[in-house]
């Protein structure tokens, strides 16, 4: 049996998006981000002629990430959507990762997305009359996550 890691040692700390190489850093949140597969169902004759069915892994199932951060004068976001836009689907998609660092700034996970492409960003700011940071919300559509 594996062993459990010790109390407190989460490895989490902040989070960064990297398109096509490109580090694009103090992403807040990160939302959506699954590894999942596809369950298929299997029929089988048994030889007293029942039918079985037995459950197997499919193939990857496509997704959407949600990725909070501070508005600042980066447009990165906003010229990957505009770019999706200009170019359609097959040429906004890229190969990107959100990767998540420590408490030194040391990259500990990563989770490739195949074929991203943002869908949606959403400036957001404070409710009324209340001060507050000002974010902007991507949403990434992605054919499949792959940890590493």
């Excluded at 959506?32 to 369950?39: I, N």
């Excluded at 990430?65 to 097959?90: I, K, N």
């Amino acid at each position: 049996m594996p062993e459990l890691p010790e109390n407190g040692s989460g490895v989490g700390y902040s989070f960064g998006l990297e398109v096509d190489g490109v580090l694009m850093a103090m992403v807040l949140e990160v939302f959506g981000l699954r590894l999942q597969r596809a369950v298929v169902e299997v029929k089988e004759n048994a030889p007293d002629g029942t039918i079985h069915v037995r459950r197997v892994p499919g193939g990857p199932l496509p997704g959407e990430v949600v990725l909070t951060r501070a508005l600042t004068a980066d447009t990165t976001f906003e010229t990957w959507v505009q770019a999706a836009s200009l170019g359609g689907a097959a040429g906004a998609q890229r190969t990107a990762a959100i990767v998540l660092f420590d408490a030194e700034g040391r990259g500990v996970r990563r989770y490739a997305l195949v074929d991203a492409w943002p869908s949606k960003l959403e400036i957001c700011g404070p409710r009324g009359a209340q001060a507050g940071l000002l974010t902007e919300r991507l949403v990434i559509s992605y054919a499949e996550t792959q940890p590493g």
